[in-house]
């Protein structure tokens, strides 16, 4: 698909934290930073009219939401759960879906998205609190609790409020690159790459500690994902017992040190094969792989394809 236009739709009420994920990602200029250039609008049951939102306020939409149909992304941020929503809002998301735009739900904007009928047959993520009755209202979706988004090609569903963040670099990592999704990432200060696998939220309350925050580890293994790097060795460089360093860094991060460290090792595996001539083999060492075929089994599992295939789609060059 192209990423070129891209329209987000304000439900009555709408939430205005989902709503703004969608503008800074999209809405926000960053063609100075070799971000391409996007079309953006947001789209309301009328152009101008305000819409209220769940925390008490209003928000005034740019467009209509016909005006949604003909681009490639239509967003569809949280907002209140309804029995029934307006026919025209769902027939704009369908018509736009028909006409070949990708959709992105955001947390409860799932139950929209439900309510067109697209999500019959697929899996999709909403917000964990609201899972179980997603799951009752459309029986035809599967219902997952433990991701962070779900691509299913031409739909996409992020569960509830940051995950949104991660379905929408995700989706412009896929069509755009890493190297597009980093920036943005950058410049929004967020990580630019969290695994959908991940958990949505941690059962276990945190651990009671007087110790900071382990992003300063998380920064020397990334500027360092050639080194070996071991959970006895983190927790030290914490200042953390390994079992308080293993419970903070899930807590964090939703995943394990090894899974965490493998999925920044692939990421910088995929920027260097987007982005310069490397053979394989120094790929992998560049990313902390070791092996050809070390790197080759892991952007495998991660990725779903081979590094040299992800190259020949991918490469910049």
Same mark, same amino acid.
């Given at each position: 698909m192209a990423l070129r236009s891209i329209a987000a739709i304000a439900s009555n009420p709408m939430a205005m934290f989902e709503?703004?994920?969608?503008?800074?990602?999209?809405?926000?200029?960053?063609?100075d930073d070799g971000v391409p250039p996007f079309s953006f609008i947001t789209c309301g049951e009328r152009a101008g009219e305000p819409v209220p939102t769940t925390?008490?306020?209003?928000?005034?939409?740019?467009?209509?939401?016909?005006?949604?149909?003909?681009?490639d992304l239509l967003v569809i941020p949280a907002g209140g759960i309804r029995?029934?929503?307006?026919?025209?809002?769902?027939?704009?998301?369908r018509e736009a879906h028909r006409q070949g735009a990708t959709i992105l739900s955001i947390c409860t904007g799932a139950f929209v998205?439900?309510?067109?009928?697209?999500l019959d047959g697929l899996t999709a993520v909403t917000h964990w609190?609201?899972?179980?009755?997603?799951?009752?209202?459309?029986?035809?979706?599967?219902?997952?609790?433990d991701?962070?988004?779900?691509?299913?090609?031409?739909?996409?569903?992020?569960?509830?409020t940051a995950a949104g963040i991660d379905a929408c670099l995700h989706l412009v990592r896929r069509e755009l690159g890493s190297a597009v999704a980093t920036r943005i990432a950058r410049r929004m200060v967020v990580p630019p790459q969290r695994d959908g696998g991940q958990r949505q939220y941690i059962e276990a309350p945190l651990p009671e500690t007087d110790c900071e925050s382990i992003q300063p580890v998380l920064d020397h293994v990334t500027e360092n994902l050639d080194a070996t790097h071991t959970v006895?060795?983190?927790a030290r460089l914490a200042m953390m017992s390994e079992r308080t360093f293993a419970r903070r860094f899930v807590a964090e991060t939703g995943?394990?040190?090894?899974?965490?460290?493998? =999925? =920044?090792?692939?990421?910088?595996?995929?920027?260097?094969?987007?982005?310069?001539?490397l053979p394989v083999e120094s790929v992998a060492a560049h990313s902390g792989f070791g092996s050809a075929a070390l790197l080759r089994t892991h952007f495998q599992t991660v990725v779903g394809t081979s590094p040299q295939r992800y190259r020949r789609e991918f490469s910049a060059r």
């Open positions: 709503m703004s994920v969608a503008c800074e990602v999209f809405g926000i200029d960053r063609t925390s008490g306020g209003q928000f005034v939409p740019t467009h209509a939401w016909a005006d949604a149909i003909g681009v029995d029934e929503y307006p026919p025209e809002l769902l027939e704009t998301i998205l439900g309510a067109t009928g697209l609190r609201y899972a179980e009755r997603f799951a009752q209202r459309f029986p035809r979706t599967e219902v997952s609790m991701v962070l988004f779900i691509d299913e090609g031409s739909i996409i569903t992020g569960a509830g006895p060795d983190l995943t394990t040190p090894h899974k965490w460290i493998v =999925q =920044q090792r692939v990421l910088r595996a995929r920027e260097l094969l987007e982005s310069t001539d």
